[in-house]
Protein backbone atom coordinates (compact mmCIF):
# COMPACT_ATOMS: atom_id res chain seq x y z
CA UNK A 1 0.00 0.00 0.00
CA UNK A 2 0.97 3.68 -0.74
CA UNK A 3 2.32 6.13 2.09
CA UNK A 4 -0.04 8.66 3.24
CA UNK A 5 2.95 11.15 1.88
CA UNK A 6 2.24 9.67 -1.57
CA UNK A 7 -1.52 9.39 -1.76
CA UNK A 8 -1.86 12.83 -1.25
CA UNK A 9 0.58 13.91 -3.46
CA UNK A 10 -0.84 11.67 -6.32
CA UNK A 11 -4.51 12.78 -5.61
CA UNK A 12 -3.52 16.29 -5.95
CA UNK A 13 -1.82 15.65 -9.13
CA UNK A 14 -4.62 14.03 -10.57
CA UNK A 15 -7.06 16.55 -8.71
CA UNK A 16 -5.38 19.41 -10.73
CA UNK A 17 -4.92 17.32 -13.91
CA UNK A 18 -8.40 16.31 -14.29
CA UNK A 19 -9.82 20.18 -13.24
CA UNK A 20 -7.49 21.61 -16.29
CA UNK A 21 -8.05 18.43 -19.00
CA UNK A 22 -12.22 19.59 -18.63
CA UNK A 23 -11.56 23.33 -18.80
CA UNK A 24 -9.19 23.25 -21.66
CA UNK A 25 -8.41 19.58 -22.84
CA UNK A 26 -4.85 20.01 -21.57
CA UNK A 27 -3.01 18.78 -18.62
CA UNK A 28 -0.23 21.06 -18.29
CA UNK A 29 3.54 20.29 -17.90
CA UNK A 30 4.37 22.00 -15.28
CA UNK A 31 2.16 19.65 -13.11
CA UNK A 32 2.98 16.44 -14.78
CA UNK A 33 6.63 17.37 -13.81
CA UNK A 34 6.62 18.26 -10.98
CA UNK A 35 4.12 14.91 -10.20
CA UNK A 36 7.56 12.93 -11.54
CA UNK A 37 9.69 15.35 -9.24
CA UNK A 38 8.01 14.22 -6.34
CA UNK A 39 7.67 10.90 -6.84
CA UNK A 40 11.33 10.42 -7.19
CA UNK A 41 12.26 13.06 -4.80
CA UNK A 42 9.90 11.36 -2.14
CA UNK A 43 11.28 7.65 -2.69
CA UNK A 44 14.94 8.75 -2.56
CA UNK A 45 13.80 10.61 0.88
CA UNK A 46 12.20 6.96 1.80
CA UNK A 47 15.44 5.18 0.74
CA UNK A 48 17.68 7.15 2.82
CA UNK A 49 15.83 7.12 5.68
CA UNK A 50 15.37 3.48 5.52
CA UNK A 51 19.39 3.05 4.01
CA UNK A 52 17.50 0.84 1.65
CA UNK A 53 17.64 0.93 -2.06
CA UNK A 54 13.95 -0.33 -2.97
CA UNK A 55 12.31 2.44 -2.78
CA UNK A 56 13.83 4.70 -5.50
CA UNK A 57 14.51 1.73 -7.46
CA UNK A 58 10.66 0.92 -7.32
CA UNK A 59 9.80 4.68 -8.13
CA UNK A 60 12.33 4.35 -11.26
CA UNK A 61 10.84 1.22 -12.44
CA UNK A 62 7.57 2.40 -11.92
CA UNK A 63 8.41 5.53 -13.86
CA UNK A 64 9.96 3.00 -16.72
CA UNK A 65 6.98 1.27 -17.08
CA UNK A 66 5.08 4.26 -17.36
CA UNK A 67 6.98 5.54 -19.67
CA UNK A 68 6.87 2.54 -21.78
CA UNK A 69 3.12 2.47 -21.52
CA UNK A 70 2.68 5.84 -22.20
CA UNK A 71 4.73 6.40 -25.34
CA UNK A 72 2.75 3.06 -26.76
CA UNK A 73 -0.51 4.99 -26.37
CA UNK A 74 0.97 8.72 -27.50
CA UNK A 75 2.47 7.14 -30.71
CA UNK A 76 -0.93 4.70 -31.22
CA UNK A 77 -2.82 8.05 -31.08
CA UNK A 78 -4.88 7.22 -28.46
CA UNK A 79 -3.68 9.92 -25.57
CA UNK A 80 -2.30 13.23 -26.26
CA UNK A 81 0.68 14.60 -24.63
CA UNK A 82 -0.42 15.50 -21.50
CA UNK A 83 -2.33 12.00 -20.45
CA UNK A 84 0.95 10.45 -21.11
CA UNK A 85 3.29 12.22 -18.87
CA UNK A 86 0.29 12.20 -16.29
CA UNK A 87 0.95 8.52 -16.50
CA UNK A 88 4.96 8.70 -16.04
CA UNK A 89 3.91 10.62 -13.23
CA UNK A 90 1.81 7.86 -11.52
CA UNK A 91 4.63 5.49 -12.61
CA UNK A 92 7.04 7.79 -10.79
CA UNK A 93 4.68 8.31 -7.45
CA UNK A 94 3.09 4.96 -7.14
CA UNK A 95 6.26 2.57 -8.10
CA UNK A 96 6.71 -0.78 -8.85
CA UNK A 97 6.18 -4.26 -6.67
CA UNK A 98 6.54 -7.46 -7.89
CA UNK A 99 3.14 -8.90 -7.01
CA UNK A 100 0.00 -9.42 -9.10
CA UNK A 101 -2.09 -7.40 -6.54
CA UNK A 102 0.31 -4.88 -6.47
CA UNK A 103 -1.48 -1.17 -5.88
CA UNK A 104 0.34 -0.16 -9.41
CA UNK A 105 -0.70 -3.14 -11.32
CA UNK A 106 -3.86 -2.94 -9.43
CA UNK A 107 -4.46 1.02 -10.68
CA UNK A 108 -3.88 -0.46 -14.41
CA UNK A 109 -6.18 -2.79 -14.37
CA UNK A 110 -8.63 -0.50 -12.85
CA UNK A 111 -7.63 2.55 -15.75
CA UNK A 112 -8.21 0.14 -18.30
CA UNK A 113 -11.99 -0.22 -17.44
CA UNK A 114 -12.70 3.00 -15.88
CA UNK A 115 -11.10 4.68 -19.03
CA UNK A 116 -13.63 2.79 -21.56
CA UNK A 117 -16.51 4.03 -19.12
CA UNK A 118 -15.62 7.10 -19.06
CA UNK A 119 -14.75 7.50 -23.19
CA UNK A 120 -18.38 5.84 -23.51
CA UNK A 121 -19.80 8.06 -21.31
CA UNK A 122 -18.16 11.89 -22.67
CA UNK A 123 -19.02 10.53 -26.20
CA UNK A 124 -22.66 9.81 -25.25
CA UNK A 125 -23.05 13.31 -23.80
CA UNK A 126 -21.58 14.61 -26.53
CA UNK A 127 -23.60 13.20 -29.04
CA UNK A 128 -27.17 13.76 -26.76
CA UNK A 129 -25.71 17.22 -26.44
CA UNK A 130 -25.04 17.87 -30.68
CA UNK A 131 -28.53 14.93 -31.08
CA UNK A 132 -29.52 16.62 -34.18
CA UNK A 133 -25.85 16.74 -35.77
CA UNK A 134 -25.13 13.79 -34.61
CA UNK A 135 -27.92 11.64 -36.01
CA UNK A 136 -27.12 13.30 -39.61
CA UNK A 137 -23.46 12.11 -39.26
CA UNK A 138 -24.49 8.80 -38.07
CA UNK A 139 -26.47 8.03 -41.30
CA UNK A 140 -24.03 9.28 -43.22
CA UNK A 141 -21.20 7.31 -41.35
CA UNK A 142 -23.14 3.84 -41.18
CA UNK A 143 -23.66 4.43 -45.39
CA UNK A 144 -19.91 4.66 -46.10
CA UNK A 145 -18.25 2.24 -48.05
CA UNK A 146 -16.20 0.53 -45.36
CA UNK A 147 -18.66 0.84 -42.50
CA UNK A 148 -21.09 -0.65 -44.87
CA UNK A 149 -18.46 -3.62 -45.46
CA UNK A 150 -17.78 -4.04 -41.40
CA UNK A 151 -21.76 -3.73 -41.50
CA UNK A 152 -21.39 -6.98 -43.49
CA UNK A 153 -19.33 -8.84 -42.25
CA UNK A 154 -20.42 -8.79 -38.73
CA UNK A 155 -23.93 -9.37 -40.32
CA UNK A 156 -22.56 -12.39 -41.49
CA UNK A 157 -20.36 -13.31 -38.48
CA UNK A 158 -23.20 -12.87 -36.45
CA UNK A 159 -25.15 -15.30 -38.34
CA UNK A 160 -22.62 -17.77 -38.20
CA UNK A 161 -22.49 -17.81 -34.51
CA UNK A 162 -25.89 -17.62 -33.71
CA UNK A 163 -26.68 -21.06 -36.31
CA UNK A 164 -23.60 -22.54 -34.82
CA UNK A 165 -25.18 -22.29 -30.90
CA UNK A 166 -28.36 -24.36 -31.81
CA UNK A 167 -25.76 -27.22 -33.38
CA UNK A 168 -23.02 -27.13 -30.25
CA UNK A 169 -25.46 -26.61 -27.54
CA UNK A 170 -23.01 -27.05 -25.20
CA UNK A 171 -21.44 -23.90 -26.01
CA UNK A 172 -24.59 -22.33 -26.79
CA UNK A 173 -24.35 -19.04 -24.17
CA UNK A 174 -20.86 -18.74 -25.31
CA UNK A 175 -21.51 -18.36 -29.00
CA UNK A 176 -24.32 -16.33 -28.68
CA UNK A 177 -22.53 -13.83 -26.23
CA UNK A 178 -19.97 -13.51 -29.02
CA UNK A 179 -22.39 -12.83 -31.41
CA UNK A 180 -23.72 -9.90 -29.36
CA UNK A 181 -20.12 -8.49 -28.83
CA UNK A 182 -19.45 -8.66 -32.43
CA UNK A 183 -22.82 -6.76 -32.94
CA UNK A 184 -22.77 -4.14 -30.35
CA UNK A 185 -18.94 -3.37 -31.42
CA UNK A 186 -19.52 -2.67 -35.04
CA UNK A 187 -21.98 -0.24 -34.38
CA UNK A 188 -20.17 1.32 -31.30
CA UNK A 189 -17.50 2.03 -34.16
CA UNK A 190 -19.52 3.76 -36.23
CA UNK A 191 -21.47 5.59 -33.10
CA UNK A 192 -17.71 6.57 -31.90
CA UNK A 193 -16.49 7.49 -35.52
CA UNK A 194 -20.00 9.73 -36.01
CA UNK A 195 -19.30 11.32 -32.57
CA UNK A 196 -15.97 12.65 -33.24
CA UNK A 197 -17.41 13.79 -36.54
CA UNK A 198 -20.22 15.78 -35.22
CA UNK A 199 -19.02 17.06 -31.99
CA UNK A 200 -15.06 17.12 -31.77
CA UNK A 201 -14.15 19.23 -34.43
CA UNK A 202 -13.71 22.81 -34.09
CA UNK A 203 -12.70 25.52 -36.13
CA UNK A 204 -10.62 28.03 -33.57
CA UNK A 205 -8.00 30.55 -34.48
CA UNK A 206 -4.90 29.88 -34.22
CA UNK A 207 -3.87 32.07 -31.06
CA UNK A 208 -6.21 29.61 -29.12
CA UNK A 209 -3.76 26.37 -30.07
CA UNK A 210 -1.85 24.65 -28.06
CA UNK A 211 1.09 22.08 -28.19
CA UNK A 212 -0.35 18.64 -28.98
CA UNK A 213 -3.72 19.87 -30.77
CA UNK A 214 -4.73 17.62 -33.43
CA UNK A 215 -5.12 19.35 -36.89
CA UNK A 216 -8.07 17.66 -38.77
CA UNK A 217 -6.97 18.69 -42.48
CA UNK A 218 -3.78 20.58 -44.40
CA UNK A 219 -3.89 24.15 -43.92
CA UNK A 220 -3.36 25.78 -47.04
CA UNK A 221 -1.32 29.37 -47.00
CA UNK A 222 -0.89 30.63 -50.62
CA UNK A 223 0.81 28.02 -52.70
CA UNK A 224 2.18 26.10 -49.38
CA UNK A 225 0.28 23.50 -46.69
CA UNK A 226 0.56 21.90 -43.23
CA UNK A 227 0.26 18.87 -43.48
CA UNK A 228 -1.50 17.56 -40.16
CA UNK A 229 0.71 16.19 -37.79
CA UNK A 230 -0.17 12.44 -36.93
CA UNK A 231 1.02 13.19 -33.39
CA UNK A 232 -0.02 16.44 -32.72
CA UNK A 233 1.34 20.25 -33.36
CA UNK A 234 4.73 20.78 -32.13
CA UNK A 235 6.47 24.19 -30.88
CA UNK A 236 7.83 25.22 -35.08
CA UNK A 237 3.69 24.28 -36.02
CA UNK A 238 2.45 26.31 -33.74
CA UNK A 239 5.19 29.43 -34.28
CA UNK A 240 4.40 29.00 -38.06
CA UNK A 241 0.58 28.61 -37.66
CA UNK A 242 0.41 32.14 -35.31
CA UNK A 243 2.56 34.27 -37.78
CA UNK A 244 0.55 33.34 -40.31
CA UNK A 245 -2.95 34.65 -38.49
CA UNK A 246 -0.68 37.36 -37.58
CA UNK A 247 -0.01 37.92 -40.96
CA UNK A 248 -3.70 37.49 -41.90
CA UNK A 249 -3.22 34.82 -44.29
CA UNK A 250 -5.40 32.26 -42.98
CA UNK A 251 -8.18 32.86 -40.20
CA UNK A 252 -9.17 28.82 -38.82
CA UNK A 253 -8.19 25.75 -38.71
CA UNK A 254 -10.36 22.79 -37.85
CA UNK A 255 -9.08 21.19 -34.88
CA UNK A 256 -9.80 17.73 -33.16
CA UNK A 257 -10.27 17.70 -29.64
CA UNK A 258 -10.63 14.17 -27.64
CA UNK A 259 -11.68 13.28 -24.80
CA UNK A 260 -10.68 14.43 -21.78
CA UNK A 261 -8.78 11.47 -19.98
CA UNK A 262 -7.54 12.89 -16.59
CA UNK A 263 -10.61 12.33 -14.89
CA UNK A 264 -10.68 8.51 -15.52
CA UNK A 265 -7.17 8.99 -14.25
CA UNK A 266 -8.33 10.27 -10.53
CA UNK A 267 -11.76 7.67 -11.05
CA UNK A 268 -9.38 4.88 -10.85
CA UNK A 269 -6.94 5.77 -8.49
CA UNK A 270 -10.11 6.87 -5.71
CA UNK A 271 -11.29 3.23 -6.86
CA UNK A 272 -7.80 1.51 -6.30
CA UNK A 273 -8.05 2.89 -2.85
CA UNK A 274 -11.28 2.03 -1.84
CA UNK A 275 -11.34 -1.54 -4.29
CA UNK A 276 -8.07 -2.53 -5.15
CA UNK A 277 -8.42 -4.54 -7.96
CA UNK A 278 -11.84 -3.45 -9.35
CA UNK A 279 -12.15 -7.10 -11.26
CA UNK A 280 -10.79 -9.40 -8.63
CA UNK A 281 -13.38 -8.00 -6.36
CA UNK A 282 -16.12 -8.42 -8.28
CA UNK A 283 -14.79 -11.89 -9.43
CA UNK A 284 -14.40 -13.01 -5.21
CA UNK A 285 -18.27 -11.63 -4.97
CA UNK A 286 -19.76 -13.59 -7.45
Known sequence: M??????????????MAAITDLKA??????????????GIGIH?????????YWPISSSLIGFGIGFALACTMYYTGQWGGGDAKLLMALGALIGFEPSK?????SFLINLAFVGGAWGLLWTSALAIK????????????RNENKYKKLRIMTLFTTGILLT??????????????????GYVLCYLTIFIKSTE???????????????????????????????????????????LLQKLYAQKKIDKVLVK???????????????????NNIIFTIITQV
Open 2 to 15: LSLTLIIVALFVLL
Open 25 to 38: FEVPDWLNYAGIAA
Open 44 to 52: LIFSLQQWN
Open 101 to 105: LAFGT
Open 130 to 141: NAKTFLKKFKET
Open 164 to 181: ASFIITNFRFELISLALI
Open 197 to 239: LSSMHKWVTPDKLTEGDWLVEPVKYGKEKLMPPKLGLEKEHLA
Open 257 to 275: YGVPFAPAFLIAFIATLLF
